[in-house]
């Protein structure tokens, strides 16, 4: 039989694992800029749970209330076609629809550069990503001059 001590111990550990499992929760960005700045490092890395868990809406990340429905495989095209991608970020204003923060960012590989805005909203968490031009990003993949900007459209919603 346990003794009373053993109990005590298994009862702290029950009630300490949320605890301990809320101060481990991912945490969205916080602030616009780094939100993205976070997000296309995971992209870039392809860690994809990271991604997941920076990509979403005021409702909350994507892997939480998977929202968009398809936001796998959203997160699986922006992998495949930003790996290795590198992000500044150039400034955020009010977004066009009144909700959220449009961020400006520059992605570079190698020599080539492209200028992209990306939309970020405020959720419970912090900021996430929630629309992203992955069209214009990915022209940082063709063959570009060492000075090329980029250009290009297209959007990903």
Known sequence: MPTS???????????????ALAGQAPKAGNSP????????????????TRVAQLFGNSDGPAFR???PKDYEKR???????????????????PAD???GRTVTAQLSHGACRVTISI???HAHEGW?????????????????????????????N
């Open 5 to 19: 001590a053993t109990c005590k111990i298994a009862l702290f550990a029950l009630l300490a694992t949320p605890l």
């Open 33 to 48: 800029a780094d939100a993205v700045t976070q997000f296309m490092r995971a992209i870039s890395d392809s860690n994809l």
């Open 65 to 67: 209330t998977h929202n």
């Open 75 to 93: 997160i699986m095209a922006m992998q495949l076609f930003l790996r290795h991608v590198e992000v500044k970020t150039l400034g955020d204003m």
């Open 97 to 99: 629809k009144g909700k």
């Open 119 to 121: 939309g970020v909203m």
């Open 128 to 156: 996430l990503v929630n629309n992203f031009d992955l069209d214009r990003a990915s022209q940082i993949n063709r063959p570009c001059e060492a000075n090329s900007g980029g250009t290009g459209g297209g959007n990903l």
